[in-house]
């Protein structure tokens, strides 16, 4: 791969160009070395059984007279663009609310006093949350209202918490939480969840081999399983998350792989559960760590993360991100990588490979995400021993530091950035004085200063120029106004090009966006966590909805989502639950239902009347962005604003 058009960063750009000295081969020279399969791309191969694989792209020219083309079944290429579609959901709403019952699992131990080594950090925000799962948070005795048993109360959360992944009956108590017409509407189109797991279930059944047969229902399916994912799965995680580590608060640091110290021990902690790595913080700043460090020549420990762990420890602890998704192999080029602790999701199998390369200690942690690899080592992390897994990871590292190999080569690259954008500190910041909500940013709405509000989130791809469209995307957002809340690798993306900072609100921002960021202080991008972490901003949503004066329900709001360089089958199952809560959403790359025009134009166009918000897809950024500005345009108008 050629350097300068994989990627926008200088570092990402060194490094490659290190790997290729090294004849080390890494995603970058994969994406060239390989191309897609063109069949796949359109969304209609099926390979739901044996007598397939069955491949219905759209004929060159397009289709004349009637669509006849057709599996061996019979099934129609849109059936099959919507069960692949619906099989991604699947993935993606399993991958997140697996996650979210790992914090609930752990959180349960809390609870009964399982554990020492997890407490309650956020009392406010377990208070918070209880009414929510019909906990009651005070006790009448002799007609006076006392507060609860702090211990009581988590432990009623905990199990009901729990229970929402296999409920029997009735739906899961977070959906009460949206907007209440937009819950109504969920009732009516008969897609309010049962229960996180059987929604996942239910998909990989009706899209077995001969079952559901009409894409309107198995997209149907899909809404409750997505729903299931942001509404329950992911916001219960989100939130047991807080409770156990603190909800975020605004946090300066920086990011890209230059947060790597030569003469210090770095480890890098890469996946998505805070669980491990919250650990291996505390591990890492203990004072027997850092005389060990030093015992062994280092100037001390740097922590660093990938992905979205990077994420969770950045909005928590101001421990600075190394980098995205696609850099993950570099940080161990680098050779200063002493080890790599990797847990669950979008971790590559050939970090193995890299690892051969250089010293680097390549640690799994996780029971469901082991390697083949011989050089991999496999410490199973459990929340009951949890400080002593830590510790020996950490002291593994330390141990490691001495033997560097080739040159460290570090790319002296990074950039400053404040994270940390939680809904409660979000409303601190731009809530009105007085009433406590997010009146004042919807003052701001309604008097033009801030035009409307973007989500951007999401991967990285390496089918396009690594970071390029998250950047200018967000660029021309903000130029125009647009308020951009930002999660996962885009957001890891936009604080190392800078857009992280109040002062970029000056230089970026057209002129109300700006005023309002001077006038508080805050970036015109604020970054609100990990990939589960969407649920904030699904909650940020809904406090605009609820705070009044820009209609009632998400979909009235002037808002759009976007996921410029999305890869994962999480960032479907994304899209599909901000689409069904309201928010026109534009993926970027390509949507794989190309192949499929009917099923398209039912997500790009007829969902929009059921739901109010509908998917679109633009690879080109300014168009792309500009497509959301439309849309924020389009629900101003209708707002009257
Ligand atoms: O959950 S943004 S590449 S790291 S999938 Fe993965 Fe995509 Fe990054 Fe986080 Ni989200």
Request: with cysteine.
């Amino acid at each position: 791969a050629n350097p300068l058009t994989a990627s926008i960063d200088p570092a990402t750009q060194q490094m490659i160009k290190r790997a290729q000295e090294l004849s080390v081969d890494t995603v970058f020279d994969r994406a060239e070395n390989m191309k897609p399969c063109n069949i796949g791309l359109q969304g209609t191969c099926c390979k739901n059984c044996a007598m397939g694989p069955c491949r219905l792209p759209l004929p060159k020219g397009g289709i004349e007279g009637e669509d006849d083309r057709k599996g061996l079944c019979g099934a129609t290429p849109n059936t099959i663009a919507a069960r692949n579609f619906a099989r991604m959901v699947a993935g993606g709403a399993a991958a997140h609310s697996d996650h979210g019952r790992g914090v609930a699992e752990v959180f349960l131990s809390v609870a009964r006093k399982e554990t020492e080594d997890y407490v309650i950090k956020d009392y406010h925000k377990l208070i918070s949350i209880a009414p929510h799962f019909d906990v009651a948070t005070t006790v009448e005795v002799d007609g006076e209202t006392l507060d609860r048993d702090l211990d009581e109360i988590a432990l009623e959360v905990a199990e009901k918490a729990m229970a929402e992944w296999g409920r029997t009956e009735g739906e899961p108590y977070y959906m009460k939480r949206a907007p209440e017409q937009l819950y109504n509407r969920w009732k009516e189109m008969g897609v309010l969840p049962r229960n996180v797991d059987r929604e996942i279930v239910d998909i990989m059944h009706r899209t077995h081999m001969g079952v559901d047969q009409d894409y309107k229902n198995i997209v149907k399916q899909c809404t409750r399983a997505a729903l299931a994912d942001g509404w329950v799965g992911s916001m219960i995680g989100t939130d047991l998350q807080d409770v156990m580590f603190g909800t975020p608060n605004p946090i300066q640091s920086e990011v890209n792989l230059g947060v790597m110290k030569k003469d210090h021990v770095n480890i890098i902690v890469h996946g998505h559960e805070p669980i491990l790595s919250e650990m291996i913080v505390a591990a890492t700043q203990s004072k027997e760590m850092i005389d060990y460090a030093a015992e062994k020549g280092a100037k001390g420990i740097q922590l660093g993360g990938i992905c979205c762990t990077a994420n969770e420890l950045l909005q928590r602890h101001g421990i600075p991100p190394a980098g995205t998704f696609l850099q993950q192999e570099l940080a161990i080029v680098t050779g200063a990588c002493d080890a790599m602790v990797v847990d669950v999701q979008c971790i590559f199998q050939n970090l193995a490979n890299v690892a051969k390369c250089f010293h680097t200690k390549l640690i799994t942690t996780h029971p469901i995400a082991r390697m083949e690899q011989n050089n991999v080592i496999h410490i199973e992390f459990d929340e009951h021993h949890a400080m002593d897994d830590a510790k020996r990871i950490v002291k593994m590292a330390i141990d490691n530091f001495e033997n560097r190999e080739v040159d460290v080569i570090i790319p002296p690259i990074k950039e400053n950035q404040v994270a940390g954008f939680s809904v409660e500190s979000i409303e601190y910041h731009l809530g009105g004085s007085f009433r406590g909500t997010y009146y004042t940013l919807n003052d701001n709405i309604i008097n033009g200063r801030i035009r409307g509000i973007a989500g951007v989130v999401g991967c990285n791809n390496a089918r396009t120029k690594h970071n390029n469209d998250h950047i200018e995307i967000i660029k021309e957002l903000i130029k125009n106004d647009v308020i951009v809340l930002t999660t996962g690798c885009s957001a890891i993306a936009a604080g190392m090009h800078g857009l992280l900072t109040p002062e970029s609100a000056a230089v970026l921002c057209g002129p109300g966006l700006a005023e309002v960021c001077e006038t508080v202080g805050i970036p015109p991008v604020l970054h609100m966590g990990s990939c589960v972490d969407n649920s904030r901003i699904l909650l940020a949503a809904t406090e605009v909805a609820k705070a009044g004066g820009l209609g009632k329900e998400i979909k009235d709001l002037p808002v759009a989502g976007s996921a410029p360089e999305w890869m994962s089958e999480k960032a479907i199952s994304i899209g599909h639950y901000f689409v069904t809560s309201g928010v026109y959403t534009v993926f970027g790359c390509h949507m794989p239902v190309e192949g499929a025009p009917v099923f398209k134009d039912y997500l790009y166009k007829d969902l929009e009347g059921i739901y109010g918000g509908m998917w679109d897809c633009e690879a080109d950024p300014i168009a792309h962005a500009q497509k959301m500005i439309a849309h924020i345009d389009k629900k101003r108008q209708e707002l009257g604003i």
